[in-house]
């Protein structure tokens, strides 16, 4: 790999990456509700700010009926819950439970550990350039 353009060695890597999430590898292999999943990332990405379905199927990239659905199937799992918006009665916010945060705690320890195995044999480091150098990419992607 010392021959080839770096710029084209990091597009084979993402192409694997995204082939990686499209079978939603990590998903299968940790046994997790996917797609519920997807919405209960959506809702912590939010923080604090206040997020329905709408904001939910922007997230996801996904039209208003299928994050409607993929919500709804959060809500029948009891990992999340609809309340009115305080601010704006015609609204509805969505809320993660105490199991939706729980799943989260242990979907986020799961991937720690696959991620952790996969730089088993990295030094601090290297774990430390990756970290770095991943986390300015991803920012830079976005700007």
């Keep these: 790999m010392d021959n080839l353009d ?58 208003q009926p299928r994050a409607s659905k993929l919500v709804a199937a959060a809500v029948s799992a009891g990992l999340v819950r609809r309340e009115a918006d305080q601010a704006d009665g015609r609204r509805t916010n969505l809320v993660l439970t105490e199991d939706g945060r729980r799943q989260l705690e242990w979907v986020h320890e799961y991937r720690r550990e696959r991620f952790g195995q996969a730089m088993a044999d990295w030094t601090d480091g290297e774990r430390q350039t990756f970290a770095d150098l991943l986390s300015r990419f991803v920012t830079a992607l976005d700007g």
């Design 6 to 63: 770096p710029v084209a060695v990091v597009e084979s890597a993402m192409i694997a990456v995204r082939r990686r999430q499209t079978r939603r590898t990590i998903a299968v292999q940790s046994g997790g509700p996917d797609p519920v999943q997807e919405v209960l990332d959506a809702l912590e990405a939010a923080g604090a700010d206040p997020i329905g379905v709408n904001g939910v199927a922007t997230a996801l990239g996904v039209d």
